[in-house]
């Protein structure tokens, strides 16, 4: 009795911290049943219901499950953790998953990096913007860091300086100076 007091303090515990953390969190047996899943997964997958113990992922993540199988499958091979980031259509998020490999279990992380993708989208088409507008300028355009390296040279500055972009990206300043100052 006193072995299960503390099994169940154990457990109780471990589910205080699962159950504290941003990430969802399934974990599931050797033989791909759930064991538990945290109440984020089921905030994330907007699920009203819990999921019983012993149910099978695919029942009641369909997609998950049509996406982490065959990387579980890869994990009992390869014993190595698996990371994917995925978008996900039905839910219109973006879902970063690490899938990790346990003595008896396998652990199934998963967070919501939506947020984290329309930015990363938006400083893209940003960065292309001002690039189409720096790369047809008709000055010469060079940008460097703090510590004077070149980081990106155009065209007319090609032309002016009578180098090559990628003869001078990562070059320090200097080197593009000293030929014109001859």
């Known amino acids: 009795e006193i072995q299960q007091n503390i099994n169940r303090a154990n457990q109780d515990k471990l589910e205080g ?9 399934i974990l599931i047996n050797l033989f791909k049943k ?3 899943v945290n109440s984020r997964t089921y905030n994330i997958f907007k699920l009203n219901r819990p999921v019983d113990a012993c149910e099978e992922i695919n ?17 009992m091979v390869s014993k190595k ?10 839910l219109h998020i973006w879902l970063d998953i690490d899938i990790y490999l346990q003595p008896q279990n396998i652990s199934i992380f998963i967070k919501d990096i939506t947020r984290r993708k329309q ?7 940003q960065s292309a913007k001002i690039s189409a507008i720096v790369d047809n300028a008709a000055d010469g355009i060079l940008t ?13 500055a090609e032309m002016m300086f009578g180098y090559l972009g990628n ?5 320090h300043l200097n080197k593009v100076l000293s030929k014109t100052s001859q």
């Open 17 to 25: 911290i699962v159950e504290s953390i941003d990430d969802g969190f």
């Open 167 to 171: 003869e001078v990206i990562g070059q």
């Open 81 to 90: 953790a698996v990371h994917i980031e995925q978008y996900f259509h039905y």
């Open 144 to 156: 460097i860091n703090k510590k004077g390296f070149i980081q990106t040279f155009n065209a007319a």
């Open 34 to 36: 759930i064991t538990y």
């Open 59 to 75: 029942n009641c993540f369909p997609e998950l499950s049509e996406l982490i199988m065959p990387l579980i499958d890869q994990l």
């Open 119 to 125: 930015t990363e989208e938006k400083l893209f088409k």
